[in-house]
């Protein structure tokens, strides 16, 4: 079992920025950061490959929001830039056993979440 610890996340207004961190127990496929704002289901944001740092992003964030990994540290990233309003949700961390988990879901493992709020 592999935990993930989330943290980073906090209050800011529109057009600012913020970093997440999640820091693994163990090391998986791939990681992966998912979020759900109220009412809303989860969905996914973006997501890395450990061995070579292969990207895959939601239409929606990219060009703002952008994932890394620090593979000494065990650690995945997500740096998000010119934040919107809309961005404001609870932001979990997430790893992939394989390949299949990675591109189609679902994930196998789950942080417990940080929260991102927006303020306009």
């Known amino acids: 079992q592999v935990q993930l610890v989330e943290s980073g996340g906090g209050l800011v207004q529109a057009g600012g920025s913020l970093r997440l961190s999640c820091a693994a127990s163990?090391?998986?496929?791939?990681m992966g950061w998912f979020r759900q704002a109220p009412g809303k289901e989860r969905e996914f944001v973006a997501g890395?490959?450990?061995?070579?740092?292969?990207?895959n992003y939601a239409t929606s964030v990219k060009g703002r929001l952008t994932i890394s990994r620090d593979s000494t540290q065990n650690t995945v990233y997500l740096q998000m830039d010119n934040l919107k309003p809309d961005d404001t949700a609870r932001y979990y961390c997430a790893g992939a056993r394989g390949l299949s988990s990675w591109l189609q879901g679902p994930y196998d493992y789950w942080g417990q979440g940080t929260q991102v709020t927006v303020s306009s």
């Open positions: 163990g090391r998986t496929y791939a």
């Open positions: 890395i490959r450990w061995s070579d740092g292969s990207t």
